[in-house]
Structures are given as structure tokens and as C-alpha cells.
């Protein structure tokens, strides 16, 4: 059985409430809290941006390559990030660079709580907090197969009555022994996800030496496979042409593993990713054309 969550404890609990208290003091409103996955404490700095949150409260980005946006924690720490996006699926997925200062000042982990705000005059203040209870994700409850029994009378329909076995009925022992035989039905794992472009986190069965690429599938499908850290990506497409455009959009390069990025794909929405010019690649500390473009918070081009 599966480890339940760990409860935060009291003393997590009132160090998040005396850093939003010193958000509030400060006379900023919290408009975004990102909770830290594994990619996001790996120490690569890059944590995914919601879309929506992206393009209402930073600059409006035209190239991918992305602007610096300046911002203060709550001890009056000073950073500047690289705000950047990608292209999958024809849509927008942002991504901001070089928080690793910033999980370090406020020694954050994974399940540690990013915490963005916004003053009055737009300036972006960022902190860390300690999960809280309100942070902890509840496992979905595990289906349980058709037929395995559980609680009657409480809501729930009661069993169908069966007919009667038949005697020597043809081919009942040889059924049987199949639903018993492990693999004796196609599992739901044996099938491709639709061929959508979509990138969706996939078990890594290879450790981290499973390369990036592009490699013909099953029924003349084509996958990309991006290696972030150990942790696998993988997107369908009709033809080599297609697959290898959004391999090369994607920023990968065949039989690499790429440096991680945050987030993963479920239920057909990106949530993590890098592109074209950020995969693999690691700013050298030189501000790039558009420093005195920091965040304005309307979406407007400064």
C-alpha cells in the first residue's frame, strides 16, 4: 500500500502564515503559488508558468527567447529572471529562469510552495514557503476491478443476479485459465496515446541514459522523445517531417539527454517543457537586448 501523504507540520504552518503575513506588509497581492516538483528543486532554476498567469501579469514576450523581469523577496533580496516561452501543439507554454537563488535563499524543496506577488506599482515580489496542509495532494482513490465486492447498502448498486453455471459448458475452463494468466488481456499500457503533438510524461524504464529523438511507432506513427534529467517525454505525429520539425522546435538534439525543465503532461495540457533556445541551454549571466524591458504586469509590450 502506498505511503499516505506527510501532514506539514504546525511549525510549517506558521512559517507560511508569517511569510504572507510579510507579503501583505508589504502591500502586495498574491496572485500565483507554484508548488515545487522534482524538475523545479533539481537546481536547473526554471519553473513552469500557468499561461494564464503568464500573460496577465508578465510582459508580453514576441520572441522566445524571452526578457528579464526584475523582482524582490520579502527580506529585500533583489532577482532577475529570464522570462521565455516555447511553442507545442501551436500554443504557448512559459517558462521563468534562474529561481535556483531564490529556492536557495528560502532553502525550498520539493512540495515547497513558490510564492509570486504584486504591489501596487506593479513591482513583482517573490518568496518560499513550507507546505501547508492546504498544499498537500491527495492521491485519486485506486478503482477497484469490476466484481471486487466493498460495502453494499451504502449507495452503491447491488450485484447482479447470476444464472447458474452450466455443467461442461464449452470453453467456461479454458476462459477461466486466460482472465487468470497475467497478460491474458491487452493492457491499456500496450496502446499509443493519439497522435496529437502533445508532449505527456512517460514511465522511464531506461534510467537516464534513454536518448532524445525521433523514431518510428506503431501503425506508421511517428514519436519524439525528450530525455529532461531522467525524465521522460514523448509526443505522436503522422510523418518523420512533422516529428522531427517539433523535435528540433522542442530544442532537442538526437541521443542527448536535455537538461531538466519542470511539470508533465496529463490529460492533453502541458504543463512543463522548455524550447527552442532554452533546452540545454544555460545563460552565461550577460543581460540580453531588452533589460529595461522588467515586468509591467499589463501584457503590454514596454
Known amino acids: 500500500m502506498a505511503d499516505a501523504p506527510q501532514i506539514p507540520s504546525e511549525e510549517n504552518e506558521r512559517a507560511a502564515a508569517a511569510i504572507l503575513q510579510q507579503i501583505a506588509d508589504l502591500g502586495a497581492t498574491v496572485f500565483f503559488e507554484k508548488p515545487l516538483t522534482a524538475s523545479d528543486a533539481s537546481g536547473s532554476g526554471r519553473v513552469v508558468i500557468p499561461k494564464a498567469i503568464a500573460e496577465q501579469y508578465f510582459p508580453r514576450l514576441e520572441q522566445p527567447s524571452g526578457l528579464p523581469v526584475r523582482a524582490v523577496d520579502t527580506r529585500g533580496y ?30 525550498m524543496s520539493v512540495g515547497d510552495v513558490m510564492v509570486f ?32 465486492g466493498g460495502d453494499r447498502g451504502k449507495g452503491g448498486r447491488e450485484p447482479r443476479s447470476r444464472a447458474p453455471k452450466q455443467p461442461g ?9 486466460k482472465r487468470a494468466k497475467p497478460g491474458g488481456y491487452a493492457s491499456t499500457l500496450d496502446a499509443e496515446p493519439a497522435v496529437d503533438g502533445i508532449f505527456r ?5 531506461g534510467g537516464t541514459g534513454t536518448p532524445s529523438g525521433v523514431a518510428p511507432g506503431k501503425a506508421g506513427r511517428w514519436v519524439v522523445t525528450l530525455n529532461l534529467a531522467g525524465e521522460l517525454y514523448q509526443a505522436y505525429f503522422d510523418t518523420q517531417e512533422d516529428a522531427g520539425e517539433a523535435f528540433h522546435a522542442a530544442g532537442g ?21 522548455h524550447g527552442h533556445g532554452v533546452l540545454g541551454h544555460h545563460d552565461d549571466g550577460d543581460d540580453d537586448k531588452g533589460d529595461d524591458d522588467m515586468m509591467d504586469g499589463d501584457g503590454d509590450d514596454d
Open 78 to 107: 533583489e532577482y532577475t529572471f529570464k522570462f521565455r516561452f516555447w511553442i507545442n501543439n501551436q500554443s504557448r507554454m512559459y517558462l521563468l529562469e534562474g529561481a535556483g537563488e531564490l529556492h536557495r535563499q528560502f532553502t
Open 169 to 177: 459448458a464449452p470453453g467456461s475452463d479454458a476462459a477461466r485459465r
Open 253 to 273: 538534439v538526437a541521443g542527448k539527454e536535455e537538461a531538466p525543465v519542470g511539470g508533465v503532461v496529463m490529460g492533453g495540457t502541458l504543463l512543463g517543457g
Open 201 to 205: 510524461a512517460v514511465p522511464n524504464t
Open 117 to 148: 506577488a504584486q504591489k501596487q506599482d506593479r513591482t513583482l515580489v517573490v518568496a518560499g514557503r513550507p507546505a501547508t496542509k492546504n498544499d498537500v495532494i491527495r492521491k485519486a482513490p485506486v478503482k477497484r476491478p469490476a466484481g471486487a
